[in-house]
């Protein structure tokens, strides 16, 4: 009986000692390898063998990660708080590894403890050198500051930061109350200039086109008078040389008389006169 309780641990061991012997890394990560709970060594991606009960692994992710840091408050210039969302894109280094155990035990501990604080850190410094109206004018260069900020102050850091990205920043109620009731108020002139503009380009068009017919109608009266001083002149002309004809030819009358004379003599007379007859001499 006691041999068949002997025979059994030892195949349990055995077999214990014989899936305990090798492990496998997958890509992507790193396996650190501890020794009696110190760390021995860093395994590569593949197939690995160990010492059973002396060593064991504990693996590393080194793939890309993001991590979204949501509410955190930061004052504006201009005393205005601002609610951010911001989004972090960490890689931890893969010849970091065995730091990354031996000082923080997992990748998720070192950003809460590392990236966290620097964030938060940062977002205020830098938040707080905008006023809010130029958080939101110039958001491009709010989100780049916040990003090289963040940069400088983990270097030396076993994680690299791949990207940074300001998603959302949200404000207090009584300040985008007071945006928007500006928004409002500077539609309104700006629809009021637009007014002001149109009836002023109205008025120069109406102006314009008064001159236009002012002008027009001046020189239709220009026109007219100098037609009439025109014709005025021609039939003064015409009359002298009529005058000038009859002065040199008196007989040019009695010319005309009888060109226009049908020869028919009048059938009726007015007692006492006497028959009209052409000056033959």
């Known amino acids: 009986m006691i041999g068949r309780i002997a025979f059994g641990v030892g195949a349990a061991f055995l077999v214990?000692?014989?899936?305990?012997?090798?492990?496998?890394?997958?890509?992507?990560?790193?396996?650190?390898?501890?020794?009696?709970?110190?760390?021995?060594?860093?395994?590569?991606?593949?197939?690995h063998f160990k010492k059973p009960l002396l060593e064991e692994t504990v693996p590393i992710s080194i793939r890309q990660e993001n991590y979204r840091f949501e509410n955190?408050?930061?004052?504006?210039q201009d005393q205005q708080i601002g609610t951010l969302v911001l989004s972090v894109n960490?890689?931890?280094?893969?010849?970091?590894?065995?730091?990354?155990?031996?000082?923080?035990?997992?990748?998720?501990?070192m950003v809460n403890r590392v990236l966290a604080p620097r964030v938060n850190e940062e977002?205020?410094?830098?938040?707080?050198?905008?006023?809010?109206?130029?958080?939101?004018?110039?958001?491009?260069?709010?989100?780049a500051d916040i990003e090289a900020a963040i940069r400088a102050n983990i270097e030396g850091a076993p994680?690299?930061?791949?990207?940074?990205?300001?998603?959302?920043?949200?404000?207090?109620?009584?300040y985008e109350q007071a945006v928007e009731a500006r928004a409002t108020a500077e539609a309104g002139v700006a629809t009021?200039?637009?007014?002001?503009?149109?009836?002023?380009?109205?008025?120069?068009?109406?102006?314009?086109?008064?001159?236009?017919?002012?002008?027009?109608s001046v020189a239709e009266a220009k026109a007219r008078a100098e037609a009439t001083r025109l014709a005025g002149e021609a039939e003064a002309a015409a009359i002298r040389a009529r005058a000038a004809a009859l002065a040199d030819n008196p007989n040019l009358i009695e010319l005309t008389k009888a060109e226009r004379w049908n020869g028919v003599l009048p059938t009726t007379m007015v007692p006492g006169t006497a028959a009209p007859f052409l000056n033959l001499r």
């Open 16 to 47: 214990l000692a014989l899936f305990g012997s090798f492990y496998t890394v997958d890509e992507g990560e790193r396996a650190v390898v501890l020794y009696n709970g110190r760390v021995s060594e860093v395994a590569e991606p593949g197939l």
């Open 159 to 174: 994680f690299q930061l791949v990207s940074f990205q300001l998603e959302n920043i949200d404000w207090s109620d009584s």
């Open 72 to 76: 955190v408050s930061a004052y504006s």
């Open 90 to 109: 960490v890689q931890p280094i893969a010849g970091e590894v065995a730091r990354i155990y031996s000082e923080f035990g997992s990748v998720e501990a």
């Open 192 to 216: 009021q200039r637009q007014t002001l503009e149109r009836e002023k380009v109205q008025a120069e068009i109406a102006v314009t086109q008064a001159k236009a017919r002012a002008d027009s």
């Open 123 to 143: 977002v205020k410094t830098i938040f707080g050198g905008f006023t809010a109206a130029s958080a939101i004018r110039d958001r491009g260069k709010l989100n």
